[in-house]
């Protein structure tokens, strides 16, 4: 089945408790005096940005397709349905765009 994000996400897949499943947004970051950041110079920054394919049962304010900032140091990468995916938990997420 498609879904807004253009991947195939399984019909049955259902996330449990407080995990978030997200698809990470890799965002050019460019300095006051226009430089563009490159992934090496930007792997220090403690959070990333990603969009929320699908929230868990329990997640209480984030819903899907919000764009969020989490830790990225407690997330960890699954592959569904040969895509590459980030799962993190409900309190690594620390801003909702």
Known sequence: MYNR????????M?????????????????TSSGLLLSSEDTSQFRYSKGKVVEPGTDVDVISKGDIIYYDKRQGYTMLIENKKFTVIQERDVVVVL
Do not use: A, P, R
């Open 5 to 12: 994000f253009n991947f195939i996400i399984s019909k049955n």
């Open 14 to 30: 259902k996330l449990i408790g407080k995990n978030i499943l997200i698809d990470v947004i890799n965002e050019e970051i460019k």
